[in-house]
Every structure is written in C-alpha cells, then in structure tokens.
C-alpha cells in the first residue's frame, strides 16, 4: 500500500546516495524480495538486526538516514 510505495522511493533515494544499499527494484505500492533485501542492508547498516521486516525501529532508521544530507561521495 501507501506505506510500502514511500518505503521504495526513500529507499530508492538511499541506494543513490550509499553504495551498500541495493536499490528495492520498482518504488512502487510492494513489499518484494528487493524490498526486503534493501531493508536487510539498510537494518545491518544501521546496525540492527538484518531480518527485512520493517518494523518501528527499523522506519525510524530508514528516515533518519533519508534526513541526513547527501554525502558527495556516498
């Protein structure tokens, strides 16, 4: 739904800014595999667990990371 198609656009953006992150495949309104595997990559970056569940702990990572102002060299 909603939540899932705003989840693939920040990530999405995330994978552009960080070479670690994959890209979640298409932004759009699904929870996939790719989605699942850029959340993993995401959680181990921020250093919790890296199980592809986006949970509360794991949304408030994914914004605070989206916050932060790009890098220049990612």
């Given at each position: ?5 705003m989840l693939n656009i920040m990530l999405r953006t995330l994978a552009g800014r960080f070479a670690d992150l ?53």
């Amino acid at each position: 739904g909603d939540a899932a198609e705003m989840l693939n656009i920040m990530l999405r953006t995330l994978a552009g800014r960080f070479a670690d992150l994959p890209a979640p495949g298409a932004a759009d309104r699904t929870y996939t595999a790719q989605t699942a595997a850029a959340v993993a990559a995401l959680q181990k970056r921020a250093g919790l667990v890296d199980n592809g569940i986006t949970d509360k702990q794991t949304w408030n990572a994914v914004v605070a990371l989206y916050d932060q102002p790009p890098q220049g060299d990612g």
